[in-house]
């Protein structure tokens, strides 16, 4: 049944993926206002822009990322068409938890990069939108959860016959 609490978790964490396409979830900027030109990196899932005094361009896109968030995406929404073979769809969800970290450890260190070549006195910092990889994995962990426990009442139910 596709009306299940899981259904609604694992297309949260799909609404969050989207959003990562959009909103910036790390930013390097200057630690210190410096005079002259100020340039910010904002990081997204789709591309990193390269903000220079109200001017916004296209820096790079981080592939690694963006094919990451774009499997964490698909595979959310795959998830919840899953819901006759429970054990798979567990299985899978696990797997898409660690995809997110590997995703969260694949934006650090490309922010970490940037860093590195925008210069010394640069650091990096967490916009609002910092919160979507964590809130990505708040929803599939619930939708673990709640697979594990529509999986045990199953096969209590399988006992009672």
């Not at 361009?57 to 094919?67: G, M, S």
């Not at 995703?103 to 006195?121: P, R, S, W, Y």
Request: glycine content about 4%; aromatic content about 8%; some cysteine.
């Amino acid at each position: 049944m596709i009306q299940r609490i899981q259904t609604v978790y694992l297309l949260l964490a799909a609404m969050a993926g989207v959003f990562m396409f959009i909103v910036p979830v790390l930013t390097v900027a200057p630690e210190v206002h410096q005079e002259g030109s100020l340039t910010v990196y904002q990081i997204s899932g789709l591309q990193v822009n390269q903000i220079n005094q109200s001017e916004s361009t296209l820096y790079l896109r981080p592939w690694a990322v963006l094919i990451t968030n774009a499997l964490v995406l698909l595979m959310s929404v795959f998830l919840v068409f899953l819901y006759k073979n429970r054990p798979l769809q567990l299985r899978l969800c696990r797997l898409l938890f660690l995809l997110i970290v590997v995703q969260m450890v694949l934006l650090v260190l490309g922010a970490d990069k940037i860093k590195e070549i925008a210069g010394v006195n640069y650091a990096m910092s967490f916009p609002v939108g910092a919160i979507l990889p964590v809130l990505e994995l708040v929803f599939v962990y619930l939708a673990a959860n709640a697979i594990r426990s529509d999986e045990r009442l199953v096969r209590s139910a399988d006992r009672l016959r």
